[in-house]
């Protein structure tokens, strides 16, 4: 049978999702506790392969086993041998052909930032923190120009463009949500280049403090080059969020972070 799992983690201990030999992973403590339970060796795929230090609050993995173990009896089975900071949150099975990849219809993630003049270690979870007061209208009017299916080349590591991957992705939306000193800049689309989210709010973020004139995010776009954008900020602020399919239900699953960026 073919079993669909949402995840979330901490990402900061991990160099990132994808097993790696010499480092350890998400995906290779996933297999680890598989393996413990199934007594089989499983390879689980995933939605978004998130870079080293990035987080997740709706990762969805899937995997295929023999064994026939209850559901819930092999979440809480997994969740009690998994490291503290990855759990399972919520899973079901789902069809043969389903993917946790090529199955996805959108993939959202949000970036956190904190604009106060102090710096919180009181936050529930990590954010990025940013002096200075940021104009986050001006940022707003530069959106629509990211929208729709672009080269994001130049929002990118330099070094995959020279590798010849295919740099065009869709961005369906751009929002930002301000509450209190903190700052959620949620972005949806059908799915994410290397760095491509943390680049890009960088560069938004270059705008919203002023550093960055908003009729250049345009130009930045149409230059393809990875130099014109702004920084790839630390990757301990951004969250894969959510990950929507037709054939994997999570509306029994409530993604906290999810619910507040959205009603908010």
């Not at 609050?57 to 009896?73: A, M, N, W």
């Not at 990855?86 to 970036?111: D, M, T």
């Not at 106060?116 to 959106?143: C, F, H, M």
């Not at 959510?242 to 409530?254: N, P, V, W």
């Amino acid at each position: 049978m073919k079993i669909a799992l949402t995840v979330e983690y901490d990402g900061s201990p991990y160099y990132g999702f994808q097993t790696q030999r010499e480092h350890d992973s998400v995906q290779r403590r996933l297999e680890d506790a598989l393996f413990t339970i199934l007594r089989e060796k499983t390879r689980v795929y995933c939605a978004g392969r998130t870079d080293t230090g990035v987080n997740a609050v709706g990762q969805v993995i899937h995997f295929s086993t023999t064994k026939d173990l209850p559901l819930e009896r092999l979440i809480y089975a997994l969740n009690s041998v998994l490291p503290k900071d990855i759990a399972i949150r919520h899973g079901s099975l789902v069809p043969k052909e389903f993917h946790a990849r090529f199955s996805c219809l959108a993939r959202e993630y949000v970036y956190i930032i904190h604009n106060a003049p102090y710096r919180n270690t009181t936050l529930g979870y990590k954010s990025l923190w940013v002096r200075e007061k940021l104009q986050w209208d001006l940022v707003r009017s530069v959106i629509p120009n990211l929208l729709g299916e672009k080269n994001f080349a130049a929002f990118t590591r330099a070094a995959l463009v020279k590798s010849g991957e295919r740099t065009h992705r869709r961005i369906d939306s751009i929002r930002i949500i301000e509450e209190g000193y903190n700052a959620y800049v949620h972005i949806r689309g059908s799915g994410f280049l290397h760095n491509m989210v943390r680049i890009l709010v960088g560069t938004l973020l270059d705008v919203a403090r002023g550093g960055l004139e908003k009729e250049k995010v345009a130009l930045i776009l149409q230059s393809k080059n990875r130099i014109e954008a702004g920084v790839t900020l630390k990757p301990n602020a951004l969250y894969f969020l959510y990950a929507e399919y037709k054939d994997y239900d999570q509306s029994g699953f409530i993604n906290t972070l999810r619910e507040r960026v959205l009603k908010a």
